[in-house]
């Protein structure tokens, strides 16, 4: 009994085991498990990502740090939308007729809101493009335009999106556009907002329309016949939606610091745990981007919360990186546990799972006094090989706090074949890179959080991540320098987030943007993007049609090179 006390001081004090492979591959399988759904932001997927990450911190014994004594910071990541009891879509003349919503028609999710009295007009496919113009031989100005779904056997152009169909509609002055399709689309699947009333319509219910007038919908798109006419059928259009938040969540854990003198600092520990999200039926698991780094932290919470450090730790988990570094953004405005100007440093692992005998790369070594030395001290210790980086900025979360005069350190194994891709998976991890990756950070952790604060300094603008127009070798496929925004399931391609220095910024792209079209092939989703940039090289200068707030617009962008 005398003994128990010294016994227990001796444990108490002990360093506590590093992270090991397994206990990392765990943690990345069980982010990326089926039902993870690729942890998409304000996704269901990307909220049991969340429980799970508060459920290991809780079982590590932090505090929580998010908002009212939860885990959990929340944030607004976007809004859905749902069809509003004023909806109506009706013939007005030549005799009253109602359509039922959601069973024979259907308003768009990016439609505007209002109602609209006017002819309806049908107008073939609805398409204006490479020398074929449904348009050509009626105006539709200030009418309603009728247009078949698909596309025309003959037409060169590639298969044209519903999103090209709204551009032409509103490009000839047409007050609105309805697409006659067999199977009505869900409003989420047709959230890309164009500045035009729309909907869909059944070919039925378009007969109903056109009782009485000798025609039908048939007869209109017939072969040889599928050209425009002008029905003489009045109808009104009422779109209405309802908008509603979407939230996802920052998770958060404190350790609060044992010194009195330094507690009120603290270092941040971070990693982003969201991804892509799905895109139909195809998941992104995000093993590596960003599970690994995920792990690690998860990892290190686990191991330091045995030992307290001097000053306080916080182990920040980020939701909205893929989407434009919401999540950290929004922690850096509004901190949940110390302010800004009292945190000492933050360390950001992001693709930590694909080390693979390659030399770590360390960045941000000169934001910060002391931190070169303080780097390459740890690297020798835990054995890795390092490729040290003065800048601070870059395309993932540390960027937030470097801007806001924190010092940062960006760990990161290297790039891949699979990065965003779906083939990004558990078991192509390096689980035992993971863990030398884990003991490197362990010990900038332990020495940051005891030693002296280091002095923010700006540091070096980070290197383009771009190749020359000329290179045209082709060697890792060509870059366009965007992250997809999947949380919808949007048709076009809804950007999250732009690579600073790339192709895409340099087209004049912004995040919220909708890809359209790309050179000679409508994109429908992330996917037709996809194989469109892996047929390309760098350096090919192609056409671009993207909508931003509902208008669509025309750039060229030159390819850079896969970094």
Do not use: C
Request: glycine content about 14%; hydrophobic content about 45%.
């Amino acid at each position: 009994m005398l003994l128990l006390p010294l016994l227990l001081a001796t444990q108490a004090t002990s360093t506590p085991a590093s992270p090991d492979a397994a206990e990392l591959q765990a943690h990345v399988v069980a982010l990326t498990a089926p039902e993870m759904e690729g942890r998409g932001s304000g996704t269901p997927g990307g909220d049991r990502a969340a429980r799970y990450i508060a459920g290991a911190l809780r079982q590590a014994g932090l505090r929580p740090g998010g908002d009212g004594g939860t885990f959990f910071q929340e944030f607004p990541v976007g809004v859905t939308r749902s069809v509003g009891p004023g909806s109506r879509l009706e013939r007005v003349r030549p005799a009253p007729r109602a359509l039922a919503t959601g069973r024979e028609w259907a308003p768009h999710g990016g439609s505007t809101t209002g109602e609209v009295t006017a002819e309806m007009v049908f107008v073939g496919h609805g398409l204006s493009m490479a020398g074929h113009d449904d348009y050509a031989a009626v105006d539709v100005r200030g009418r309603i335009a009728l247009a078949l779904g698909g596309a025309p056997p003959a037409l060169a152009a590639g298969t044209p999106s519903r999103l090209e169909k709204l551009i032409a509609a509103r490009r000839a002055g047409a007050r609105a556009l309805l697409i006659a399709e067999d199977a009505l689309p869900g409003i989420a699947a047709t959230g890309a907002p164009v500045a035009l009333l729309s909907g869909s319509i059944t070919p039925a219910a378009v007969d109903g329309l056109l009782t009485g007038t000798g025609r039908s919908l048939a007869e209109l798109s017939a072969a040889g016949a599928a050209r425009s006419v002008a029905t003489g059928v009045e109808v009104r259009l009422r779109v209405d939606l309802a908008r509603e938040e979407r939230r996802a969540a920052n998770v958060i854990g404190v350790l609060p610091g044992a010194d009195p003198a330094l507690a009120a600092e603290a270092v941040v520990i971070g990693a982003h745990y969201d991804h892509l999200g799905r895109d139909g039926a195809t998941v992104y698991h995000g093993a590596d981007d960003n599970a690994s780094g995920t792990a690690v932290v998860l990892g290190l919470a686990r191991m330091l919360a045995t030992v307290p450090a001097p000053r306080t730790l916080v182990f920040a988990l980020f939701s909205g990186e893929e989407i434009g570094l919401v999540g950290s953004a929004h922690h850096v405005r509004h901190p949940s546990t110390v302010p800004v100007e009292r945190m000492a440093a933050m360390l950001n692992l992001d693709m930590v799972g694909r080390l693979e005998g390659r030399r770590l790369r360390v960045g941000g070594v000169d934001t910060g006094s002391g931190l070169r030395e303080l780097v390459a001290a740890a690297g020798r210790e835990a054995g890795l090989d390092l490729d040290v980086r003065g800048a601070g900025g870059g395309p993932s979360d540390h960027a937030r706090f470097h801007a806001a005069g924190v010092p940062v350190l960006f760990l990161h194994s290297g790039s891949h074949a699979d990065y965003h891709r779906p083939s990004d998976t558990a078991d192509k991890i390096d689980s035992a890179g993971m863990a030398k990756i884990a003991r490197l950070t362990a010990l900038l952790v332990e020495r940051m959080a005891a030693g002296p604060r280091p002095v923010f300094a700006r540091g070096p603008s980070p290197a383009p991540r771009t190749a020359s127009a000329d290179d045209r070798s082709g060697a890792g496929g060509a870059f366009l320098g965007i992250s997809p925004d999947l949380r919808a399931g949007w048709d076009g391609v809804r950007l999250g987030s732009i690579v600073p220095g790339s192709a895409a910024e340099r087209a004049g792209l912004r995040a919220g943007d909708v890809l359209v079209r790309l050179a000679d092939t409508g994109l429908r989703g992330f996917n037709d993007l996809r194989e469109q940039l892996a047929r390309r090289r760098p350096g090919d200068v192609l056409g671009l049609v993207y909508l931003r707030d509902g208008e669509d617009h025309q750039a060229s962008v030159t390819l850079d090179a896969r970094p």
